[in-house]
């Protein structure tokens, strides 16, 4: 019987995540579909990636969470044997003047984001390394790369992302492991939609908002044996913004 090439996807309930999950589910992989708290949307992307033919399942743990995601790690790994690919996707905003900003609100989005990645990376990787493969793929933002007035926490996080992961690249490459990180811009999700959309479409020389799709279609590639040579990059995903 064939090995299953697994993927854990953090956050996959809605926008990239989601797309990201049917995205792999086409090429072969099967798909866990993690999420926090809405089993509805998680349910949702996992209707997604049966009508195109995919396998996946769905699995509640919150990445901040050290001991939930150890020990959904461990489950996947005795039920599966492997982890082929994982996609730390998984985050959340709380946006605000840094003089204004709460305690809570700062913990809530590094915890989520930055601790995130090493709560779940850390169990992920110890399985990769002792298959001797793997693919880390991170989201990040261009949030990260200039500045965005009220996002300091978030900034802060998603910066960490990428000097995290060039750091692990340098570290795992010797074991067939890539670390990669694509940082998307302006994109039509959920996390957008308080946003002065007109406004923003003006900052973009495509003029236009990014779709889920159009990340996932790069986080496909970076996952494929078409990429076999690329680790330790950030890939901006952003319509153009230098």
Known sequence: MDEKKIAIVTGAS????????????????????????????????????HAVGGEAEISRFDVADSTQTKDAVKTI????????????NAGVTADGLFMLLGEDEWD?????????????????LREMVRKKRGSI????????????????????????????????????????????VVAP????????????????????????????????NVIRFLCSDDASYITGQVIGINGGIC
């Open 185 to 216: 811009g302006l994109i039509e999700t959920d996390m957008i939609k308080e946003a002065p959309v007109e406004q923003i479409k003006q900052m973009i020389p495509m003029a236009r908002l990014g779709k889920p799709q159009e990340v996932a």
């Open 77 to 88: 790994v005795e039920h599966y044997k492997n982890i082929h690919v994982l996609i730390n």
């Open 14 to 49: 809605r926008g990239i995540g989601r797309a990201t999950a049917v995205e792999l589910a086409k090429i072969g992989y099967f798909v866990i579909i993690n999420f926090k708290s809405n089993e509805s949307a998680a349910q949702e992307t996992l209707s997604l990636v």
């Open 108 to 124: 809530s989005v590094i915890n989520t984001s930055l601790k995130g990645f090493y709560n779940i990376t850390k169990p992920v």
């Open 137 to 180: 793929i991170s989201l990040s933002s261009l949030s990260a790369l200039m500045p965005n007035r009220g996002q300091s926490n978030y900034s802060a996080a998603k910066a960490g992302i990428i000097a995290a992961s060039r750091s692990l690249a340098t570290e795992v490459a010797r074991f067939g492991i890539r670390v990669n």
